[in-house]
């Protein structure tokens, strides 16, 4: 079975300079192809593919890492829309109240000073007894 380039696909053959990755041992790649893509390896047994990079690795467990704040996140956004609906139906219910209080009539306007005057008049006789 003829060997590809893992970067550019073409065949690979005896006559080119290639690198096996020293992490999966599987993947080749012309040693032209590493250089050019920025990846060019310090020592020539180093040579790791994209797969078994360790960047990937790191990247993996951000993205890890990110999913995780993310659900977090969504647990924390449910908890919150839940409590907002709490507060929705109580701030109805207060609404309700205060309109009902505002359609009694206020008794207190009806009343005038000299009934106000007699009531006190009335009740401090009171406590003198």
């Given amino acids: 079975m003829p060997l590809t380039c893992f970067i550019c696909s073409s065949a690979i053959n005896r006559v080119t300079t290639y690198l096996t990755c020293c992490g999966c041992k599987k993947t080749t790649a012309h040693s032209n192809c590493i250089t050019t893509t920025g990846s060019s390896p310090k020592n020539v047994?180093?040579?790791?593919?994209?797969?078994c990079s360790p960047s990937n690795f790191d990247l993996l467990s951000k993205i890890e890492k990110l999913f995780d704040l993310l659900?977090?996140?969504?647990?924390?956004?449910?908890?919150?829309?839940?409590?907002?609906?709490?507060?929705?139906?109580?701030?109805?219910?207060?609404?309700?109240?205060?309109?009902?209080?505002?359609?009694?009539?206020?008794?207190?306007?009806?009343?005038?000073?000299?009934?106000?005057?007699?009531?006190?008049?009335d009740r401090q006789s009171r406590e003198k007894i």
């Fill in 45 to 51: 047994s180093t040579w790791k593919c994209s797969i």
């Fill in 71 to 121: 659900n977090s996140t969504n647990e924390k956004l449910d908890r919150v829309v839940a409590e907002n609906s709490r507060f929705q139906e109580k701030l109805c219910v207060l609404e309700s109240r205060i309109v009902k209080l505002e359609s009694y009539p206020n008794t207190n306007a009806n009343v005038s000073y000299s009934d106000m005057f007699n009531e006190l008049h």
